[in-house]
């Protein structure tokens, strides 16, 4: 899948313009890559984003892609694991890429109503449209250190509310220290982490 133009989008340069570049320096045709594989001893389907893909916006395809590795957990019964890095909803689609929050967010709702797992894991940075949508609703959300993680950042929310803003906000550790992610994990070590979450959510229920 490759993004379309519907709104014929041009600021500096066009929309048509900026995705060639991006496939062309990333050798990708989207921002996020999509694939089913082993982590330990569980079968899962991933998905994971480019930042160097147009920030890793979320666009109409991105958010289809997820959809997609959603419906696949389901009908395999294997968990989802969202790795994020992304600048958030991809502006030069308008309302057409807003919609995505509204789309993935229903999708991993179906997770949940299927009682398979969905691990979400936030880089440096997971902001605007993907963190606030699917992205901080996993069963379990991990984040690494130092990841900058919010929807507008601190010098707009600085600008906005005209007070200066407590240290390390919008930090993992920040984040994590009020409850709004369960995990602080070096990137070493997320693999590791990740199959014991796995082990304890799965069982053996979701064994490849």
């Known amino acids: 899948m490759t993004s379309l133009d519907p709104l014929e989008f041009v600021d500096t340069k066009s929309y048509k313009d900026r995705l060639k570049e991006a496939i062309k320096s990333t050798g990708l045709k989207e921002a996020v890559v999509s694939v089913e594989g082993d ?22 395809v991105v958010g289809e892609k997820i959809a997609r590795a959603v419906e696949r957990s389901i009908e395999k019964r294997q968990p989802l694991i969202v790795v994020s890095c992304s600048g958030g909803a991809r502006m030069q689609e308008s309302m057409l ?25 936030l880089t440096d940075p997971t902001t605007g449209g993907v963190s606030a949508s699917y ?12 990841a900058l993680i919010g ?31 369960d995990m602080v994990v070096e990137r070493k070590k997320l693999k590791e982490a990740i199959i014991k979450i796995l082990d304890v959510l799965c069982g053996d229920k979701y064994v490849s």
């Open 39 to 60: 982590m330990g001893s569980h079968r899962v389907q991933l998905v994971v984003f480019e930042f160097a893909f147009l920030g890793g916006s979320m666009g109409s």
């Open 97 to 121: 890429s807003l919609m995505q929050m509204a789309k993935t967010c229903a999708m991993v709702r179906k997770l949940s109503e299927h009682r398979i797992p969905f691990i979400s894991v």
């Open 135 to 146: 992205a901080l609703i996993g069963d379990v959300v991990i984040a690494e250190p130092g």
């Open 151 to 181: 929807f507008a950042g601190p010098r707009v929310i600085e600008q906005t509310i005209g007070q200066k803003l407590p240290e390390g906000f919008q930090r993992a550790e920040y984040l994590l220290e009020h409850g709004f992610v």
